[in-house]
């Protein structure tokens, strides 16, 4: 038996009211945005919620959301950074794509069917990652799986697509099939 004491709802709401602003302020110091910042501390809190009663209250409540505020950040940072890589590449991709858009109608329908042949969960993960944009962290609790395993799945869905839909002449898959993927994001 766990003799620990947890967080009760009217200490989490003092919690709440005396460290949001302190932890969103911090994590604004590593995102350098403010409403991003907003979110991540929102998250942080409803971690915390979501896991009072695991939370041993002998030990100082603001290192953990210190150090959970950290983590998210970074993670935040991760994930910006591989959106701006592949908006770049897409870009590329875009800037050398010919004017004829029954050919890139033609590999989106493709590229449609070769998702079919996904396993769901690798389905799942490129659909929440890459057509929805949403964080692997966000994704990965939808999913109800630990985020190295999303990751797992997208790298090993990603990695098939770009096989199967790589022409053999050309190198340029990775950036046309993210391409024809965000393509599927606008519809």
């Known amino acids: 038996?766990?003799?620990?004491?947890?967080?009760?709802?009217?200490?989490?709401?003092?919690?709440?009211?005396?460290?949001?602003?302190?932890?969103?302020?911090?994590?604004?110091?590593?995102?350098?945005d403010e409403e991003a910042a907003k979110d991540i501390a929102q998250d942080v809190f409803l971690i915390l919620l979501n896991n009072r009663q695991k939370i041993d209250t002998s030990?100082?409540?603001?290192?953990?959301?210190?150090?959970?505020?950290?983590?998210?950040?970074?993670?935040?940072?991760?994930?910006?950074?591989?959106?701006?890589?592949?908006?770049?590449?897409i870009a590329e991709w875009t800037k050398n794509t010919p004017e004829d858009w029954k050919t890139i109608e033609e590999r989106e329908n493709r590229?449609?069917?070769?998702?079919?042949?996904?396993?769901?969960?690798?389905?799942?993960?490129?659909?929440?990652?890459?057509?929805?944009?949403?964080?692997?962290?966000?994704?990965?609790?939808?999913?109800?799986?630990?985020?190295?395993s999303l990751k797992t799945h997208l790298a090993r869905g990603l990695a098939f697509l770009r096989a199967e839909m790589a022409p053999e002449e050309d190198d340029g898959s990775r950036s046309e099939v993210l391409a024809l993927l965000v393509l599927l994001r606008k519809q």
């Open 59 to 89: 030990y100082p409540v603001k290192a953990y959301l210190v150090t959970l505020a950290r983590n998210r950040a970074l993670d935040y940072l991760k994930h910006r950074q591989v959106q701006e890589i592949n908006q770049r590449e």
């Open 111 to 148: 590229l449609r069917g070769k998702m079919q042949q996904l396993t769901e969960k690798q389905r799942t993960a490129i659909t929440k990652c890459v057509v929805d944009g949403k964080t692997y962290q966000k994704a990965a609790e939808e999913m109800g799986i630990s985020v190295n």
């Open 1 to 32: 038996m766990d003799n620990r004491p947890s967080l009760d709802d009217n200490a989490f709401s003092q919690l709440y009211k005396a460290y949001f602003t302190t932890i969103a302020q911090f994590v604004a110091g590593y995102v350098k």
